[in-house]
């Protein structure tokens, strides 16, 4: 290692400021907090705004700059194996945006699996590329996607082999990852850079019993993020990526573009703070994590109505790791949805869980837990499990069925890009068959798109979410949450 | 009428009636609402198990010095899911945080951004100036204009600032500069603005927008400089007051926001605002700082309700400064004069653009000297001034601290050994713009080589050369190198000035278009 991971030389520069005690002039206006409104003051503290800086002319001089940034980018960039590393204050969001829109152009083709994270489409509308899909099966049991198998990624290269990049998302949202090397083999034997959507896997490479990172698999560039779960504020996260398959300098541009040119030293520090801590004492961090996941999945398992996704799933086509960090609940022996669940825990309970659908919650056990949080899940588990069990019915499998019944995705008519910039017009979504939608619809679950801008309407389609919208499916996209219209090209 | 009349008229005194925004609202109690903030109280006080994101779990799990650092603020690093708000109306407080905020602007719709305003130039860009489109702007503007341009594909019509040499920086576009462009483009879809400048000066957005309308063009304005604009009747006019159809402002800069606090407000007159909140829901990460969210809502609030006194104390503050540095020997500070330029209508008078130059003092100097012996940070400095906020943070003591300092500077008499802020640096002309060959966004993702400065004449720049001062672009990307524009960059590298923007900042190179970007 040429770098002390000990060091944050970032985070050392903001506390050295305010250590100073200056007289501030600059923005932000609050100056230190001494104009904050009250409200804001007792609910995020005074320390907070005491180090609440401008980036340049505070915490760097203003006459050069000293490269605070780049020192902590380049140890942060080996810690996480890679030739380059971006830290990013628009969240994870700004990274996918960024390698989307440096590695495709207008017209340009890419491959990207069909449950990308929203931003990829937001991509694909700035960049003008035209992507071709790879769909993830749906597993019958969860009702939540798998990962993309090597079969699917090899169809996917052979149809669409001029592709200017090959994306994957891995771990997904419930923990799925793909077999990365394999796919990394795939895209480079022809020709494609390999890139890797890892936000929820920013802990992977600092300890050895969680899968293996997107970097160590081969890949070119990978997105995570740093708040997710680790120890970064909300929003901060970092773009790795190496040259060779990846033209740095276009990617710097881009990246640059969309972030605040005031960002905030706090993410900055954060993320030097969360890295510092990762690559010092991950290893001992993740392993009691994984120790504390597993003792409350073994616990949730044996309470009758409830189960845990576990490694089981690694025997099922498309799943080659998981991260047993993440849990994944159903109550529906019970009767309950997920977001019945979820209130109940929050409000009995005083437990907040990081999702909910119609048929699961999803907790996220990290290195910030302790033993009684556990004995505390499960124990509100039990007794809410104890309380309702008699209230009997299975609902949740009507909703199992009808997640698993996605329509086929038809064709993509028009970029997505030409579609969201074209003239639409709001239509009653009987009359949409045949028409080109412009704008994402994506009911939860499965977190799927059955529409996005510039794809063509089938007749399959309007059935299935004249049926969503007649059952209150939650669905993420469209200007019309009840579906009622849907909004088409003119 | 003489310039300073048109300001005077500019200018809402205390108790002027007409558009004084704000009060409208000032007496509307729900104004006392602050939906976000009140989520992340009620999180706190309810004391939550957290098995959500992000991972140091209120802290607990954060690095022993990022706690010194952040303090209480951990506890309530939260995403706007479960707990803060219930699952199926995630948008609940939010929504209802942003329709307090439209109804304290005056406006149809407002959108709080966590990306700060480089984050909402790109969205109104992208808003307003699709693939294909013709948009007028300045030439001055921020450089997120232009990269709002890269992304969407959008053709500018570029109008030039008056400059004043004495300062060494960009004023405004005057009107009629707007209303010709106008009528040499009547296919422009749209026409951005930048008022308040870095230094407070405001444009004269009225006949701007007149002009626009008239052709059917919609108006932005880049207000990052002017969030208090609209709560206080003794400082110059908002630009949603004066016709504009969307305004971006930075709530972290001159109010309570924390730093990439932003909001945009739009009318929905002349824009799509479905398709605009489509691209702020793209353009904003899907995990949002919430202390962020909150500054806005805190901030709203105590605009509203308080921003008149706050902002009233402010000017009080500055114009005591403004008084007492004016007298002292060597040093000047940028005042109501400017507003004799046709380009600049108003003056934020709580913007401090201070020189010592006529003592020998570069801006970068005296910015050194406060910081290193004296313990004042400053906003900026340039090779000729230093500018500094005052807000209604400060008190009678910071003034006099930061008074006193510059009088105990200039007091040492003229600098010697040094060259100090070069005169010759103040009377520098930039060389004319030269017309777009291709978009911006054509040029930038171009394939590109590198070419020595002096055999670039000819070529097509592929980046964008901004020389500071006077902080407008010579070169963007797109645009033909001239013989003119060469020979004013080697004349400024010889004197040692700087240039933002190009991958080469010494100059020795310029990265030029080889083959641009086509569509498929």
New interface residues.
Partial sequence: MTNDQRETPYLDALLRYRDRGFTAFHTPGHKLGKGAPAGLVEAVGLDLLKVDLAVAGAVEDTRESTGLVAAAERIAAEAWGAERCFFLVNGSTSGVQSLVVSLAGPGLPIIVPRNSHKSMLAGLIFSGAMPCYIEPVIDPEWGVPRNISAEAAAEAIATCGDARAFFVTSPTYNGFGADLPALAGLAHGAGMPFIVDQAWGPHFRFCSLLPVDAMTAGADAAVTSVHKLISGLTQSSVLMANAGRINLRRLAGVVKMTQSTSPQALIYASIDAARMQMATDGERLWTRALELAERARAAVNRIDGLRCLGDECLERPGIVSFDPTRLTITACALGHTGWQLETVLRDDYGIAVEAADTLNIVLNVTHGDDKDDIERLVASLEDYAARHRAAGGDVGAGCRRFAARLPAFTRQELSPQDAFFSASVPLPLAQCDGRISAEIVTPYPPGIPVLGPGELISPEIVDYLTEAGDRGLHVHGPEDLTLRTLRVVE | MSASQTSDSGRRGPGTPGRSGGTADRGDPRQRR?PV?DG??Q??E??????????????????P??R???????D????L???FE???QRAGRLAAAEELAARAWDADRAFFL??????GL?TLV?ALA??GSVVVAPRNA???LT?GL????AMPVYLEPEIDGEWGVALNVPPQRFQDALVEHPEARAVFVSSPSYNGCCAHIEPIVAAAHATGAAVAVDQAWG??LHFCSALPADALQQGADAMVT?V??????????SLIAAQGARLDL?RLA?LVA???????????L??ID??R??MVTEGEG?WLRALELAASARARLDRVPGLRCMGTEVTGYRSVADLDLTR?TVSAADLGWAG?DL??EL?ERH???????DAIGIV????????PE?ID??VTALTAIAAEGPRSGTTGADRATQRLTLPPFSRLTMTPRAA??ATTRTVPLRSCVGEVSAEVVTPYPPGVPVLGPGEKISGEIVAFLEDFKRRGLRVHGP?DPALDTIRVVERP?E??
């Fill in positions: 602050t903030l992340l109280l999180y706190r309810r004391d939550y198990v957290s098995f959500h994101m992000p991972g140091h779990k209120r802290g607990r799990g954060a690095p010095r990022l010194e650092a952040l303090g209480a603020a951990l309530v690093d939260l995403p899911t479960p707990g219930d699952t199926r966590t990306n700060g305003s480089s984050g790109h992208l699709p693939p921020h450089v997120a990269d890269i992304l969407s594909g969030a208090h930075s972290h800069k001159l109010t309570g926001g924390v730093s990439q606090a479905a489509a793209m353009l904003r990460s899907t995990s949002m700082l919430v202390q962020i909150a500054s805190a901030t609030m105590q706050l401090l970068y910015e050194w910081r313990r004042i940070a400053v906003e900026s400095a500094m906020n005052v807000t209604y943070a400060d008190t910071t601290r930061l930038f993702f991958h970007l569509d498929g």
